[in-house]
């Protein structure tokens, strides 16, 4: 363990300069204090569902309310978070949240509103991850079949029997399981086959330039229906336009996401009964 420590400790030397070192001890020191602090928020975005006609889901995106420099998505802290072994805390601060809050919607009339939480390699390779998460779920108060937890294909990739396992734990005890970004990593064909994910979500990528031309569209297509062959709930991701909407509407997707919907928002800024009408008569 020491010798570990040691050799990344000369690679972090080696790697940045004196400047850099401390640019980033000084954030590992501000995440400590910032989980000390619960200085973490939750943002939700909703998913809306093309056969229920109605947003059926959020997913919970972790935010850092920072005393001075506002408010921070995740592209400024997750990596750093991540590589110093913070990242498992944070999802279950998020989660712990996101739970309560979830709990709060169903007793508001919301009776059915799942919602989704992004699991990073560390809290998802832990032994006792499925004790954690059963844990915070039923003291949440929640039901196991409104939580879905969702993973990237790089999660599995060293341990794919632990991840088997996981995934198959979960689904035993009613978790949902979704395969994130989907299509970018570099085995996405063989995760589908090896894992049984209960929703795939298309990465934003394909859908960014699924419109106008004819060959990208037909790409899009055909992961959906590929999707659809296996048995998944497909969800589009960074649906920002009416063209990208109405495009996976007729290719059959089940759900859609993205900044045309809502942009993520504060629990208490929701728009949680958005009609298809809204959101196609508004833009
Ligand atoms: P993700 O799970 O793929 O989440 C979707 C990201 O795309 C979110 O970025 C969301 O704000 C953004 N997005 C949604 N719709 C659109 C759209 O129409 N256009 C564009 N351009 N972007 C859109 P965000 O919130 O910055 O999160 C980034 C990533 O950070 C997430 O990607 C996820 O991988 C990770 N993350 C977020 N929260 C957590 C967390 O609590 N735990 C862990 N482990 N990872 C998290
Ligand atoms: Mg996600
Ligand atoms: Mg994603
Ligand atoms: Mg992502």
Known sequence: QAKR???????????????????RLGLVHELNQAIEEQQFTVYYQPQYS??????????????????????????HFLSEAEEFGLLSQI??????????????????GYTDLEVSVNMSYHLFN???VLDI?????????????????????????????HAKETIQTFQSLGVKVALDDFGTGYSS???????????????QAFIRQSTGDDVDAKFVEAIIHMAKLFGFDVVIEGVETLNQ????????????????????????????DLT???MTDEK
């Open 189 to 203: 064909l063989s995760q589908l086959r090896n894992f049984t994910f209960d929703r795939v979500k298309i990465d």
């Open 133 to 161: 998460v059963n844990q915070l779920i039923s003291d949440a108060g929640l039901s196991p079949k409104h939580v879905c937890i969702e993973i990237t294909e790089s999660i599995a990739l060293n341990q794919v029997k």
């Open 245 to 272: 909407l109405v495009f996976v509407r007729n290719n059959y997707a089940d759900k859609a996401q993205g900044y045309l919907i809502q942009k993520p928002a504060p629990k208490d800024a929701l728009a949680l």
């Open 5 to 23: 420590e040691g050799r990344n400790t000369v690679r972090l030397f080696k790697r940045s300069n004196s400047s850099e070192l401390l640019t």
């Open 126 to 128: 832990q032994v006792n």
């Open 276 to 278: 298809f009408k809204q």
């Open 50 to 75: 093309f056969s229920q006609g109605k947003v059926t889901g959020v997913e919970a995106l972790v935010r850092w309310q920072h005393p001075e420099k506002g408010l921070l998505t995740p592209y």
């Open 91 to 108: 999802d279950q601060v998020v989660m712990a949240q996101a739970f309560n809050e979830t709990k709060r919607w169903h007793d508001a």
